[in-house]
Protein backbone atom coordinates (compact mmCIF):
# COMPACT_ATOMS: atom_id res chain seq x y z
CA UNK A 1 0.00 0.00 0.00
CA UNK A 2 1.09 3.61 -0.79
CA UNK A 3 1.76 6.02 2.07
CA UNK A 4 1.08 9.70 2.60
CA UNK A 5 -2.47 9.29 1.56
CA UNK A 6 -5.27 10.90 3.18
CA UNK A 7 -9.41 11.43 3.17
CA UNK A 8 -11.31 10.49 0.42
CA UNK A 9 -11.79 12.47 -3.08
CA UNK A 10 -12.96 11.69 -6.87
CA UNK A 11 -10.01 10.95 -9.58
CA UNK A 12 -10.65 11.01 -13.17
CA UNK A 13 -8.26 10.51 -16.10
CA UNK A 14 -7.34 12.72 -19.44
CA UNK A 15 -4.25 12.14 -21.30
CA UNK A 16 -2.95 11.80 -24.78
CA UNK A 17 -5.79 14.34 -26.61
CA UNK A 18 -7.24 17.68 -25.82
CA UNK A 19 -10.55 15.81 -26.11
CA UNK A 20 -10.06 14.09 -22.66
CA UNK A 21 -9.33 17.76 -20.95
CA UNK A 22 -12.59 19.19 -22.20
CA UNK A 23 -14.02 15.75 -20.72
CA UNK A 24 -12.61 16.38 -17.70
CA UNK A 25 -12.96 19.71 -16.76
CA UNK A 26 -16.78 19.55 -17.89
CA UNK A 27 -16.83 16.36 -15.31
CA UNK A 28 -15.42 18.84 -13.02
CA UNK A 29 -17.96 21.41 -13.44
CA UNK A 30 -20.87 19.15 -12.87
CA UNK A 31 -19.67 17.38 -9.77
CA UNK A 32 -19.50 21.53 -8.12
CA UNK A 33 -22.57 22.51 -9.57
CA UNK A 34 -23.93 19.12 -8.44
CA UNK A 35 -23.12 20.49 -4.86
CA UNK A 36 -20.22 18.57 -3.85
CA UNK A 37 -17.18 19.71 -1.77
CA UNK A 38 -14.98 16.48 -2.51
CA UNK A 39 -11.43 17.12 -3.52
CA UNK A 40 -11.09 16.52 -7.24
CA UNK A 41 -7.89 14.98 -8.72
CA UNK A 42 -6.77 14.22 -12.18
CA UNK A 43 -4.13 12.12 -13.51
CA UNK A 44 -3.01 13.41 -16.73
CA UNK A 45 0.52 13.66 -19.20
CA UNK A 46 -0.50 16.88 -20.43
CA UNK A 47 0.28 20.40 -18.75
CA UNK A 48 -1.28 21.11 -15.54
CA UNK A 49 -2.06 24.68 -16.13
CA UNK A 50 -4.99 22.93 -18.10
CA UNK A 51 -6.52 22.00 -14.85
CA UNK A 52 -5.36 23.82 -12.21
CA UNK A 53 -8.83 25.98 -11.82
CA UNK A 54 -11.06 23.42 -11.33
CA UNK A 55 -8.98 20.39 -10.27
CA UNK A 56 -7.38 20.52 -6.17
CA UNK A 57 -4.59 18.13 -7.19
CA UNK A 58 -2.80 17.01 -10.58
CA UNK A 59 -1.16 14.17 -11.13
CA UNK A 60 1.81 14.23 -13.87
CA UNK A 61 1.55 10.17 -14.85
CA UNK A 62 3.72 8.73 -18.22
CA UNK A 63 0.89 6.62 -19.60
CA UNK A 64 3.12 4.17 -21.30
CA UNK A 65 2.42 1.14 -19.60
CA UNK A 66 -1.01 0.26 -20.16
CA UNK A 67 -2.68 1.52 -23.32
CA UNK A 68 -5.77 3.17 -23.89
CA UNK A 69 -8.50 2.21 -20.92
CA UNK A 70 -6.38 -0.78 -19.32
CA UNK A 71 -4.47 2.99 -17.83
CA UNK A 72 -7.26 2.10 -15.33
CA UNK A 73 -5.00 -0.85 -14.20
CA UNK A 74 -3.01 1.87 -12.51
CA UNK A 75 -5.68 3.53 -10.38
CA UNK A 76 -4.04 2.71 -6.94
CA UNK A 77 -0.83 3.29 -7.85
CA UNK A 78 -1.47 7.35 -8.72
CA UNK A 79 -4.41 8.34 -6.43
CA UNK A 80 -3.92 10.58 -3.59
CA UNK A 81 -6.87 9.41 -1.76
CA UNK A 82 -7.07 6.90 0.97
CA UNK A 83 -10.78 6.35 -0.15
CA UNK A 84 -11.51 6.61 -4.07
CA UNK A 85 -14.02 7.40 -6.39
CA UNK A 86 -12.73 6.84 -9.98
CA UNK A 87 -15.27 8.53 -12.43
CA UNK A 88 -14.23 8.49 -16.47
CA UNK A 89 -13.82 11.63 -17.57
CA UNK A 90 -17.15 11.19 -20.60
CA UNK A 91 -19.23 11.09 -17.64
CA UNK A 92 -21.49 13.78 -15.77
CA UNK A 93 -22.83 14.10 -12.31
CA UNK A 94 -25.95 14.70 -11.46
CA UNK A 95 -25.98 14.03 -7.86
CA UNK A 96 -23.27 15.09 -5.60
CA UNK A 97 -20.63 12.97 -5.44
CA UNK A 98 -20.93 12.18 -1.56
CA UNK A 99 -24.53 9.92 -1.94
CA UNK A 100 -21.82 7.29 -4.12
CA UNK A 101 -19.51 7.54 -1.39
CA UNK A 102 -22.29 6.61 1.10
CA UNK A 103 -23.46 3.79 -1.18
CA UNK A 104 -20.39 1.88 -1.31
CA UNK A 105 -19.74 2.97 2.26
CA UNK A 106 -17.95 -0.19 3.75
CA UNK A 107 -16.55 -2.16 0.88
CA UNK A 108 -12.57 -2.34 -0.03
CA UNK A 109 -13.09 -2.56 -3.89
CA UNK A 110 -16.55 -1.85 -4.96
CA UNK A 111 -18.01 -1.18 -8.71
CA UNK A 112 -22.05 -0.70 -9.55
CA UNK A 113 -23.65 -3.61 -12.09
CA UNK A 114 -24.99 -7.21 -11.56
CA UNK A 115 -23.66 -10.52 -10.79
CA UNK A 116 -24.67 -12.84 -13.63
CA UNK A 117 -23.42 -17.21 -13.51
CA UNK A 118 -20.88 -16.27 -16.07
CA UNK A 119 -18.42 -13.80 -17.77
CA UNK A 120 -20.03 -11.17 -19.74
CA UNK A 121 -17.29 -10.05 -22.03
CA UNK A 122 -16.51 -14.17 -24.06
CA UNK A 123 -18.36 -16.53 -25.80
CA UNK A 124 -15.98 -19.05 -24.24
CA UNK A 125 -16.48 -20.40 -20.73
CA UNK A 126 -14.47 -23.02 -21.07
CA UNK A 127 -11.24 -21.12 -21.32
CA UNK A 128 -11.80 -18.87 -18.08
CA UNK A 129 -13.53 -21.14 -15.93
CA UNK A 130 -10.44 -23.43 -15.30
CA UNK A 131 -8.52 -20.21 -14.31
CA UNK A 132 -11.33 -18.61 -12.24
CA UNK A 133 -14.10 -21.18 -11.50
CA UNK A 134 -16.78 -18.85 -9.60
CA UNK A 135 -20.19 -18.30 -8.57
CA UNK A 136 -20.56 -14.92 -10.30
CA UNK A 137 -19.13 -12.69 -12.38
CA UNK A 138 -19.31 -8.65 -11.81
CA UNK A 139 -20.85 -7.49 -14.69
CA UNK A 140 -20.50 -3.65 -14.97
CA UNK A 141 -19.87 -0.14 -16.30
CA UNK A 142 -15.99 0.32 -15.91
CA UNK A 143 -16.89 4.34 -16.21
CA UNK A 144 -16.69 4.09 -12.14
CA UNK A 145 -14.67 2.32 -9.30
CA UNK A 146 -14.87 2.35 -5.90
CA UNK A 147 -11.69 1.78 -3.87
CA UNK A 148 -9.85 2.16 -0.47
CA UNK A 149 -6.41 1.54 0.16
CA UNK A 150 -6.40 -1.84 1.46
CA UNK A 151 -4.57 -4.88 1.24
CA UNK A 152 -7.67 -6.50 -0.37
CA UNK A 153 -8.16 -3.80 -2.66
CA UNK A 154 -4.64 -3.72 -4.13
CA UNK A 155 -4.95 -7.29 -4.62
CA UNK A 156 -7.84 -6.76 -6.79
CA UNK A 157 -5.63 -4.84 -9.16
CA UNK A 158 -2.79 -6.86 -8.89
CA UNK A 159 -5.25 -10.40 -9.91
CA UNK A 160 -6.77 -7.54 -12.84
CA UNK A 161 -2.80 -7.08 -14.40
CA UNK A 162 -1.95 -10.85 -13.85
CA UNK A 163 -5.34 -11.72 -15.80
CA UNK A 164 -4.25 -9.12 -18.34
CA UNK A 165 -1.35 -11.56 -19.61
CA UNK A 166 -3.49 -14.61 -19.70
CA UNK A 167 -6.41 -11.66 -21.99
CA UNK A 168 -6.43 -14.29 -25.26
CA UNK A 169 -5.94 -17.53 -23.56
CA UNK A 170 -9.04 -17.02 -21.22
CA UNK A 171 -11.00 -16.18 -24.49
CA UNK A 172 -11.87 -12.64 -23.41
CA UNK A 173 -13.57 -10.40 -26.19
CA UNK A 174 -11.62 -7.09 -27.16
CA UNK A 175 -13.27 -3.93 -27.61
CA UNK A 176 -13.40 -2.27 -30.76
CA UNK A 177 -9.87 -4.40 -31.22
CA UNK A 178 -8.31 -3.57 -27.81
CA UNK A 179 -7.89 -5.41 -24.92
CA UNK A 180 -10.74 -3.92 -21.96
CA UNK A 181 -10.58 -3.65 -18.69
CA UNK A 182 -14.16 -4.93 -17.06
CA UNK A 183 -13.35 -8.26 -18.31
CA UNK A 184 -10.35 -8.11 -16.25
CA UNK A 185 -11.28 -6.57 -13.19
CA UNK A 186 -14.62 -8.44 -13.30
CA UNK A 187 -12.25 -11.71 -13.43
CA UNK A 188 -9.90 -10.40 -10.29
CA UNK A 189 -13.09 -9.34 -8.62
CA UNK A 190 -14.75 -13.42 -9.17
CA UNK A 191 -11.31 -14.97 -7.88
CA UNK A 192 -11.92 -13.49 -4.33
CA UNK A 193 -15.47 -13.70 -4.19
CA UNK A 194 -16.46 -10.03 -4.46
CA UNK A 195 -19.61 -9.28 -6.20
CA UNK A 196 -20.73 -6.20 -7.65
CA UNK A 197 -23.13 -3.39 -5.43
CA UNK A 198 -26.79 -3.69 -7.06
CA UNK A 199 -28.96 -2.28 -4.62
CA UNK A 200 -31.87 -1.15 -6.81
CA UNK A 201 -32.15 1.52 -4.23
CA UNK A 202 -30.11 4.04 -6.48
CA UNK A 203 -28.78 3.99 -9.88
CA UNK A 204 -25.48 4.83 -9.69
CA UNK A 205 -24.72 4.96 -13.41
CA UNK A 206 -26.14 4.54 -16.43
CA UNK A 207 -25.66 5.14 -20.06
CA UNK A 208 -27.95 6.43 -23.10
CA UNK A 209 -29.09 3.10 -25.02
CA UNK A 210 -28.64 2.37 -28.29
CA UNK A 211 -29.43 3.09 -31.43
CA UNK A 212 -31.45 6.59 -30.50
CA UNK A 213 -29.55 7.44 -27.44
CA UNK A 214 -32.37 9.28 -26.05
CA UNK A 215 -31.81 11.25 -23.03
CA UNK A 216 -33.93 14.15 -20.64
CA UNK A 217 -30.92 15.34 -19.19
CA UNK A 218 -30.37 19.41 -17.54
CA UNK A 219 -27.71 19.79 -15.35
CA UNK A 220 -28.89 23.17 -14.40
CA UNK A 221 -31.76 21.03 -12.48
CA UNK A 222 -29.85 18.09 -11.61
CA UNK A 223 -32.25 16.03 -14.04
CA UNK A 224 -31.10 13.14 -15.92
CA UNK A 225 -34.04 10.23 -17.43
CA UNK A 226 -33.87 7.72 -19.88
CA UNK A 227 -35.06 4.08 -21.23
CA UNK A 228 -32.41 1.01 -19.72
CA UNK A 229 -33.52 -2.23 -20.90
CA UNK A 230 -37.16 -1.58 -20.70
CA UNK A 231 -37.77 0.72 -17.83
CA UNK A 232 -36.93 4.43 -17.00
CA UNK A 233 -33.29 5.38 -15.31
CA UNK A 234 -32.32 8.13 -13.23
CA UNK A 235 -28.81 7.28 -12.47
CA UNK A 236 -26.98 9.81 -10.11
CA UNK A 237 -23.73 9.49 -12.67
CA UNK A 238 -24.92 9.38 -16.85
CA UNK A 239 -21.63 7.79 -18.69
CA UNK A 240 -21.46 9.12 -22.19
CA UNK A 241 -19.00 5.57 -23.87
CA UNK A 242 -18.03 5.36 -26.58
CA UNK A 243 -19.98 7.27 -29.71
CA UNK A 244 -22.35 8.77 -27.08
CA UNK A 245 -20.19 11.89 -26.28
CA UNK A 246 -21.21 12.67 -29.84
CA UNK A 247 -25.12 13.03 -29.30
CA UNK A 248 -26.90 16.41 -28.73
CA UNK A 249 -27.27 16.12 -25.50
CA UNK A 250 -23.84 15.79 -24.33
CA UNK A 251 -22.88 18.79 -26.30
CA UNK A 252 -25.38 20.81 -24.92
CA UNK A 253 -24.91 20.57 -21.41
CA UNK A 254 -20.93 20.54 -21.94
CA UNK A 255 -21.79 24.25 -23.28
CA UNK A 256 -24.24 24.76 -20.58
CA UNK A 257 -21.48 23.63 -17.72
CA UNK A 258 -18.85 25.95 -19.50
CA UNK A 259 -20.84 28.47 -20.18
CA UNK A 260 -24.20 29.14 -18.00
CA UNK A 261 -22.39 27.48 -15.10
CA UNK A 262 -18.64 28.22 -16.14
CA UNK A 263 -18.63 32.16 -16.96
CA UNK A 264 -22.14 33.01 -16.00
CA UNK A 265 -24.29 33.48 -18.86
CA UNK A 266 -28.52 34.14 -18.47
CA UNK A 267 -30.02 30.78 -17.98
CA UNK A 268 -32.18 32.37 -20.71
CA UNK A 269 -29.45 31.61 -23.59
CA UNK A 270 -30.21 27.54 -23.03
CA UNK A 271 -32.69 27.22 -25.77
CA UNK A 272 -29.53 28.86 -28.21
CA UNK A 273 -26.72 26.95 -26.84
CA UNK A 274 -29.66 23.57 -27.64
CA UNK A 275 -29.37 25.08 -31.40
CA UNK A 276 -25.96 25.34 -31.50
CA UNK A 277 -25.38 21.68 -29.99
CA UNK A 278 -28.06 20.15 -32.33
CA UNK A 279 -25.56 21.98 -35.12
CA UNK A 280 -22.41 20.71 -33.97
CA UNK A 281 -23.95 17.24 -33.57
CA UNK A 282 -25.42 16.96 -37.23
CA UNK A 283 -21.86 18.45 -38.80
CA UNK A 284 -20.30 15.90 -37.10
CA UNK A 285 -22.39 12.68 -38.17
CA UNK A 286 -22.45 14.16 -41.11
CA UNK A 287 -18.46 14.22 -41.37
CA UNK A 288 -17.74 11.22 -39.82
CA UNK A 289 -20.89 8.61 -40.37
CA UNK A 290 -22.26 10.59 -43.22
CA UNK A 291 -24.06 6.82 -44.18
CA UNK A 292 -25.43 6.42 -40.44
CA UNK A 293 -26.69 9.70 -40.05
CA UNK A 294 -30.15 9.55 -41.61
CA UNK A 295 -30.68 6.58 -39.60
CA UNK A 296 -29.68 7.64 -37.16
CA UNK A 297 -31.95 10.77 -36.93
CA UNK A 298 -35.07 8.74 -37.99
CA UNK A 299 -33.86 6.40 -34.79
CA UNK A 300 -34.08 9.71 -32.71
CA UNK A 301 -37.09 11.38 -33.97
CA UNK A 302 -39.24 7.95 -33.54
CA UNK A 303 -37.81 7.34 -30.02
CA UNK A 304 -38.80 10.94 -29.11
CA UNK A 305 -42.39 10.79 -30.56
CA UNK A 306 -42.41 6.77 -28.54
CA UNK A 307 -41.86 8.60 -25.73
CA UNK A 308 -43.99 11.62 -25.83
CA UNK A 309 -46.94 8.93 -26.55
CA UNK A 310 -46.09 6.84 -23.67
CA UNK A 311 -46.15 9.78 -21.33
CA UNK A 312 -49.25 10.97 -22.75
CA UNK A 313 -51.01 7.62 -22.60
CA UNK A 314 -49.84 7.15 -18.87
CA UNK A 315 -50.83 10.49 -17.84
CA UNK A 316 -54.50 9.53 -19.21
CA UNK A 317 -54.40 6.47 -16.83
Known amino acids: MRAQLSGSGVLTLAHSHMKYVRQARLLA ?35 DRWPGVLSKLDLAAFTPFETT ?12 VETVFDYFAGQEFAVYGTNPSSLFWTAKPERYRTVVDAKAYPHFNGGLYYFRNTPLAWDVFERAKGFFEQYDALGVLCYRRKPNDEPLFSLAMASLGLK ?12 PEPPAFAVDLDVLRGHCSFMRHGR ?17 AYRREGLVLKLIVGKGWPVATRPLLALIANVMSFADWAMHRPGELVAHQVRRIFSKVRWRISKWVTSRR
Not at 43 to 57: E, S
Not at 85 to 96: G, K, T, V, Y
Not at 232 to 248: K, L, M
Request: net charge negative; charged share 25%.
Open 85 to 96: LFIEADCLCLRP
Open 232 to 248: RVEPAIIHFVDIRDRIA
Open 29 to 63: RSIRHAGSQMPLAVATDLAPALFQDLFDIVIPWKF
Open 196 to 207: ASDDPAMVVMSE
